[in-house]
């Protein structure tokens, strides 16, 4: 199944992607592969991380990785 992601920091989306999983992953599964794809396309360090909030969503809804403002 696929999801939308959505990188919002400072109340702004900076980038979306969608992350596609086997149909019987975890939402702990599709977290991970967002946060490795935002680390590659983002350049985020390990400090950035730190920071991140995850909403877990439903499946019908897009999974969303919030950053604080900086």
């Known amino acids: ?3 939308l992601v959505h990188i919002i920091r400072a ?6 992607f969608t992350i596609n999983l ?12 967002a946060r490795e794809r ?7 360090g390990q400090d950035d991380f730190a920071q991140l909030l ?5 499946q019908a809804a897009p999974a969303k990785i919030r950053m604080p403002f900086k």
């Open 1 to 3: 199944m696929a999801k």
């Open 11 to 16: 109340g702004k989306c900076i980038a979306e």
């Open 22 to 33: 086997n149909d019987d992953s975890e939402d702990e599964d599709y977290i991970v592969a």
């Open 38 to 44: 935002a680390r590659t396309e983002l350049r985020l």
């Open 54 to 58: 995850f909403d877990v969503v439903p």
